[in-house]
């Protein structure tokens, strides 16, 4: 079964760095992009970049370009999001999803990591 | 960067009723467009792609058309388990924009 898990939900302040994790399994992880999308409470869903674990290629959603980063292991199948200072306005649920195709779609995504980030 | 825009964003239905929702591309994108259901507290599922293929698994009453600019999701017969938020998004481009998102309310 092609799964994706991502790390369990995080409180941080604002100003501290912060490293989310999904990790992919029954499928050849190097082969597929990984992308990671946002959703602010209430909100809706916001594509924020994806990385291919094969060669670490990355693109970015201007939005969010410069304000985290993507990376990932292949070694132990995992993509990461990271902030280096993270700000009340970045608390949201993050899902980490394998791009099944460029051009058909996301599919499966991970169960979700929520972020809250509060003084 | 492609905008999509999602009609209604509210729609308020009964079970046996048939719905389409509509998502509009500021620019065209062929048939790169993808719709997702989500229900609250999960993540997202992929239900079409290419504008009109059913991923494998989505019950058939689900159906989606288009091309270019304007694309229809249509649910045939609503059922209890389809109360849901439903997106759009293209990937035309690598810029994997959603629409804003419609959410389906039982009447």
């Known amino acids: 079964e092609v799964q994706l898990v991502q790390s369990g939900a995080e409180v941080k302040k604002p100003g501290e760095s912060l490293k989310i994790s999904c990790k992919g399994s029954?499928?050849?992880?190097?082969?597929?992009?990984i992308g990671w999308v946002r959703q602010m409470p209430g909100k809706g869903l916001e594509w924020m970049g994806i990385?291919?674990?094969?060669?670490?290629?990355?693109r970015y959603s201007p939005s969010f370009q410069g304000q985290v980063t993507i990376s990932a292991d292949k070694s132990i199948s995992t993509a990461y999001l990271q902030w280096s200072s993270l700000k009340a306005s970045d608390t949201a649920m993050y899902y980490c999803?394998?791009?099944?195709?460029?051009?058909?779609?996301?599919?499966?995504w991970g169960q979700g990591t929520l972020v809250t980030v509060s003084s | 960067d492609i905008q999509l825009t999602q009609s209604p964003s509210f729609l308020s239905a009964s079970v046996g009723d048939r719905v389409t929702i509509t998502c509009r591309a500021s620019?065209?994108?062929?048939?790169?467009l993808a719709w997702y259901q989500q229900k609250p507290g999960k993540a997202p599922k992929l239900l079409i792609y290419?504008?009109?293929t059913l991923q494998s698994g989505v019950p058939s009453r689900f159906s989606g058309s288009g091309s270019g600019t304007e694309f229809t999701l249509t649910i045939s017969s609503l059922q209890p388990e389809d109360f849901a938020t439903y997106y759009c998004?293209?990937?035309?481009?690598?810029?994997?924009?959603f629409g804003q998102g419609t959410k389906l309310e039982i009447k």
């Open positions: 999803a394998r791009l099944f195709d460029l051009r058909i779609g996301f599919d499966p």
């Open positions: 029954g499928y050849s992880f190097t082969s597929y992009w």
């Open positions: 990385i291919y674990p094969g060669d670490s290629d990355t």
């Open positions: 620019q065209g994108i062929s048939s790169y």
């Open positions: 290419a504008a009109s």
């Open positions: 998004q293209q990937l035309n481009s690598y810029l994997y924009t």
